[in-house]
């Protein structure tokens, strides 16, 4: 029951968390929060109640700005006031910025945080724009117009390896959930498409260790092979990573294919396609299991999904789904038996079998 206890109380602190960090969506809080990480507040705070002076000179900041910043981090519920604290008020940190907001914590969101308050708060800028064009907005935010969306994003190496270490962060939260959504032993090989630096595969591994887990990306990101902090020998030498890009080169053959936060990227038309190359790459009985937000009926909601979706204009080619239209589509690449299990946290994940 402790157990359970925690859980629900980090969704709480996920939620409160995203909803900060999200907020440029609709409101201003997230610059907050953004500057804070940035000045290095909740590392300091980590180590025990601060004051604003030691943190000023810790970052060369403005010692009376510091203090307004952490005030506000209060006001928030990212700090928490602790007393005196060489001669002045100090502050400490929440459960929620232990947690969450601190380097070095299991659970960090720090890098997907950077991550945010970069290429994502700038595209949002053009969001008029966006709704105008019908389009991703990255030449009027970043300065870089292709075709290819990931372009944008790997703009840099920097870019590249924030936002691997982004999605780093969130399967270190939700990636069990996903991956015991349905019991998955049964598939004895299976494919990472669009994996990363196998974050999700890595977990994949440990709790399947019959299985043999593939990562299949693109050059660039296969080469970095990036690692969770201290995951080095405990289950890296299981998961092996293959190059390529899914949409021109053959997938893997593999019993599973799991995409995970990939269909959303794209419109129908390239879903339906990789998803046929799942299929045409399974042997018989293979199956793919997508993880997304998924809309509700008719697409009226949740709140947070048609943000997210909104996003997706922003930056990609495609777009958050309903149930409706993820069985629709794996039905079309020949997997007909479409199963939606919500297994807590922000994604739901289905299982589609041909």
């Given amino acids: 029951?402790?157990?359970?206890?925690?859980?629900?109380?980090?969704?709480?602190?996920?939620?409160?968390?995203?909803?900060?960090?999200?907020?440029?969506?609709?409101?201003?809080?997230?610059?907050?929060?953004?500057?804070?990480?940035?000045?290095?507040?909740?590392?300091?705070?980590?180590?025990?109640?601060?004051?604003?002076?030691?943190?000023?000179?810790?970052?060369?900041?403005?010692?009376?700005?510091?203090?307004?910043?952490?005030?506000?981090?209060?006001?928030?519920?990212?700090?928490?006031?602790?007393?005196?604290?060489?001669?002045?008020s100090s502050f400490a940190n929440t459960r929620l910025s232990d947690t969450f907001l601190v380097v070095g914590s299991p659970l960090s969101q720090c890098s997907m945080l950077r991550y945010l308050a970069g290429t994502p708060y700038r595209c949002w800028a053009h969001l008029a724009d966006a709704v105008r064009d019908g389009r991703d907005q990255y030449a009027r935010a970043v300065g870089v117009d292709a075709e290819d969306p990931f372009a944008a994003i790997y703009r840099s190496e920097a870019d590249r390896v924030l936002f691997t270490r982004a999605l780093q962060e969130t399967w270190s939260l939700c990636g069990r959930r996903v991956l015991t959504a349905f019991d998955l032993s049964p598939f004895r090989v299976i494919?990472?498409?669009?994996?990363?630096?196998?974050?999700?595969?890595?977990?994949?591994?440990?709790?399947?260790?019959?299985?043999?887990?593939?990562v299949f990306d693109t050059p660039e990101v296969v080469g970095s092979q990036l690692r969770p902090p201290g995951d080095e020998?405990?289950?890296?030498?299981?998961?092996?990573?293959?190059?390529?890009?899914?949409?021109?080169?053959?997938?893997?053959?593999?019993?599973?294919?799991?995409?995970?936060?990939?269909?959303?990227?794209?419109?129908?038309?390239?879903?339906?396609?990789?998803?046929?190359?799942?299929?045409?790459?399974?042997?018989?009985?293979?199956?793919?299991?997508?993880?997304?937000?998924?809309?509700?009926?008719?697409?009226?909601?949740?709140?947070?999904?048609?943000?997210?979706?909104?996003?997706?204009?922003?930056?990609?080619?495609?777009?958050?789904?309903?149930?409706?239209?993820?069985?629709?589509?794996a039905a079309r690449a020949g997997f007909p038996r479409l199963r939606l299990r919500r297994p807590g946290g922000p994604y739901e994940a289905m299982l589609a079998r041909k």
Avoid: K
């Fill in 1 to 88: 029951m402790a157990d359970r206890g925690d859980e629900r109380g980090r969704d709480r602190d996920f939620r409160v968390l995203m909803g900060h960090a999200h907020g440029f969506m609709v409101s201003q809080p997230v610059q907050v929060l953004f500057a804070a990480c940035d000045l290095g507040v909740f590392d300091a705070a980590a180590r025990g109640p601060v004051c604003a002076d030691v943190v000023a000179r810790a970052a060369g900041a403005d010692p009376r700005a510091t203090r307004l910043l952490m005030d506000t981090c209060a006001g928030l519920g990212l700090l928490r006031r602790a007393g005196p604290g060489e001669g002045r």
């Fill in 191 to 214: 494919c990472d498409v669009g994996g990363g630096s196998g974050a999700l595969a890595r977990e994949a591994a440990r709790l399947y260790p019959g299985s043999t887990v593939t």
């Fill in 233 to 329: 020998e405990e289950a890296g030498p299981r998961v092996r990573f293959i190059a390529g890009d899914f949409f021109r080169a053959p997938l893997p053959p593999a019993d599973l294919y799991v995409l995970a936060r990939v269909l959303h990227d794209w419109g129908d038309a390239a879903c339906e396609a990789l998803l046929r190359g799942a299929h045409r790459a399974g042997g018989p009985g293979s199956a793919v299991l997508i993880v997304e937000r998924v809309l509700e009926a008719g697409g009226a909601g949740p709140p947070e999904a048609l943000l997210l979706s909104l996003n997706m204009l922003l930056q990609t080619r495609g777009r958050e789904r309903t149930e409706a239209e993820y069985r629709e589509l």
